[in-house]
């Protein structure tokens, strides 16, 4: 117990959406803390009906890969990935901030956002919340 | 015989880790639990698991297309 990884989530891509449920929820299993900081495009993953694309592929077949992977993944157990993430975050190992500045920025308002969210949060308190620990940028 | 066996055929990573975590925490201490997977990966992945969550695997049989792990739920 006790040990905690704070993630930067920069991208808004169907790769990057998964990577985070991925980790986050394998940590939540394994008794380890995470915090998912997204910022920039990043912060896209969050607000709702938001439906990634994979940037890994050519322009015309963005989204049709993100339909393609989602029902392979569902094939290997993965059904429901935001239901993954909303237990992870309900059992207290998994949080996710979203950056205050950004959603200034894009004119994201606290109510366009998913409801598992934390409160938004700053650079300081991100810096600070991660101090002696692990950052992994996304 | 274990106390519990769980079938994780055909669940990739990181499924049967998941999986295996939801199982031992509605089991009570001294149980054990027989998982059965074919992801090569948990090979690596459900000691990975179990030498955090403080559990122990008694035994590890790998066959030809499965795996199978022994775990005692501490």
């Known amino acids: ?138 | 015989m274990a106390d519990k066996t769980l079938n994780a055929i055909g669940k990739k990573c990181p499924m049967p880790v998941l999986m295996t975590k939801k199982e031992l925490k509605n089991m009570s201490s001294g149980q054990t639990l027989e998982l059965v997977v074919d992801d090569k990966g948990a090979l690596k992945d459900v000691p990975a698991l179990i030498s955090k969550t403080g559990d122990s695997i008694l035994e590890t049989k790998e066959g030809e297309n499965q795996i199978t792990f022994m775990i005692k739920k501490a």
Do not use: H, Y
């Open chain 1, 1 to 138: 117990m006790g040990e905690t990884i704070n993630f930067i989530v920069k991208d808004k891509s169907f790769e990057k959406f998964a990577m985070m449920m991925l980790l986050g929820t394998t940590a939540d299993a394994m008794d380890t803390k995470t915090n998912f900081f997204f910022t920039f495009w990043g912060l896209k993953l969050l607000t709702k009906k938001f439906k990634p694309k994979v940037a890994g592929m050519p322009f015309p077949m963005k989204g049709m890969a993100a339909g393609m992977f989602k029902k392979k993944m569902a094939t290997f157990g993965i059904e429901d990935p935001w239901g993954m993430i909303k237990d992870a975050v309900e059992n207290g190992n998994m949080k996710l901030f979203p950056c205050q500045m950004t959603m200034d920025l894009m004119g994201i308002k606290r109510e366009d956002l998913i409801d598992i969210v934390e409160e938004p949060v700053g650079a300081a308190t991100f810096l600070e919340m991660s101090e002696g620990g692990k950052i992994v940028s996304l």
